[in-house]
């Protein structure tokens, strides 16, 4: 006999059972009833949204049975471990729940406030999962010392995986010490060192007022780097990899091999360093760094250091259209684009600031009057800005076509 589950996926009840199933009414075991309700949940328009609802308030010990059972389905495991799903109760038994996936550990620890980072950071699986270890590393909730540790614990893990066995036991600490980024100790052109001098100088009252603020990008960090970021990686439950193959024995009287170096140490990656940089050093990446640290940094939350972006010497025309389409920044950052004579004489960037829904309506609206007839035509018909300037759009449209076509 088929579970009433598979019943559901099949699209083979009526409506009326449907919503019995969206309230949780179906006379089912407690977990096939928690299962059809995050099936309903995630994949069906009609009754998802009354799925969440009954989700949201279902019996605790039911939910808590389901989610500590390595037997539950992953769809189950990652909707209730999800940031948007997430009950405090629950966390300790997902943590340690070896059919949740690293993966998913890692994306809430990336995204976790301040005390389910604390819980995490207690969770002896989950401490000791590298995805985990990196994605903590980046929350910037964590405390420095907590970092500090993490680092510490993740070193010394990697040391004794690629370390040789008669490795002198420094190896860990040079390790560490490796591990600070090249661009951290490399100086600035002049162009750039100048650039920087002057904008602190400038800006010396709200570096001051901001202080220590941690980098919190806007929308985000999780949305900042993507689904495809956290890496899917093996199951504590399937089988593990097949043992290398010994080495064949040397030949009587050849002499010793030497024991191979161990492997390049694992530097941060970029969020990571920013993360642990204030304001004034984000400043500084800001107008000395990189292409992909100057796309990181204007999505920054303190305004200070997303400004600085826009006065780096090696920001490049095709960056500026970029953050004029985003919707991820402050608006402070589309305000001073147009500030800037430079920019203005990039048609692309004009047209992706009208076209922008977080571009300030007034903003908006005196920049219209440079774009083209199709451009007008295409904005008149995208619902994802304002009525106003869309109607405007499509009333100089006319106008111009008008025009066109009495010469």
């Known amino acids: 006999m088929s579970r009433m589950i598979d019943q559901i996926r099949a699209s083979k009840l009526p409506s ?15 977990a096939e ?64 729940n070896p059919s ?8 809430l620890a990336l995204s976790a406030l301040r005390e389910t980072a604390e819980v995490i950071l207690k969770s002896a699986r989950a401490s000791s999962l590298p995805a985990v270890i990196e994605a903590l590393n980046a929350n910037p909730y964590l405390k420095k010392e907590e ?10 893990a990697e040391a004794a995986t690629t370390a040789p066995p008669d490795a002198a036991p420094q190896d860990a600490a040079t390790h560490e010490v490796q591990q600070t980024p090249d661009s951290a100790r490399t100086p600035g052109s002049p162009e750039e060192e100048e650039a920087v001098s002057a904008y602190l100088i400038e800006h010396a009252n709200e570096i001051a007022v901001e ?29 593990a990899p097949a043992p290398a193959a010994k080495p064949a024995p040397a030949a009587p009287g050849a002499a010793p091999k030497k024991p191979q170096p161990p492997a390049a140490p694992k530097r941060e990656n970029t969020l990571q360093k920013i993360n642990s940089l ?42 500026v259209e970029t953050f004029a389409s985003q919707k991820n920044v402050l608006e402070a950052v589309l305000r001073q684009i147009p500030l800037k004579r430079r920019f203005m004489k990039n048609y692309i960037v004009v047209r992706n600031l009208v076209a922008n829904p977080r571009t300030p309506l007034d903003l908006g609206l005196g920049l219209m009057k440079n774009l083209l007839t199709q451009d007008l035509k295409n904005l008149s018909a995208n619902k994802e800005i304002s009525e106003t300037i869309r109607k405007l759009a499509l009333k100089m449209y006319k106008q111009k076509m008008e025009t066109a076509n009495k010469k």
Not at 212 to 218: I, V
């Open 16 to 30: 009326n059972m449907m919503q019995f199933a969206a309230r949780g009414a179906l006379q089912v075991p407690p």
């Open 33 to 96: 009833n928690i299962e059809i309700l995050v099936f309903l949940a995630r994949h069906n328009k009609v009754f998802g949204d009354v799925a969440r609802m009954t989700l949201a308030g279902w019996d605790e010990k039911a939910c808590l049975a389901a989610v500590s059972n390595p037997q539950t389905p992953t769809e189950v495991l990652n909707y209730f471990v999800s940031s948007d799903n997430l009950r405090p109760a629950l966390l300790p038994a997902l943590l340690e």
């Open 100 to 107: 949740v996936s690293e993966g998913e550990l890692a994306k």
């Open 147 to 156: 970092a500090e540790e993490l680092r510490k614990m993740s070193a010394a």
């Open 211 to 239: 202080g220590n603020k941690p980098f919190q990008p806007m929308g985000g960090i999780v949305e900042l780097l993507g689904p495809d970021y956290f890496p899917v990686t093996r199951s504590e439950n399937a089988p």
């Open 278 to 319: 204030d304001v004034k050093g984000r400043i500084q990446l800001a107008l000395k760094g990189s292409k992909e640290e100057r796309s990181i940094l204007i999505r920054d939350g303190t305004k200070v250091v997303a400004l600085a972006v826009l006065e780096a010497p090696k920001l490049a025309d095709g960056e």
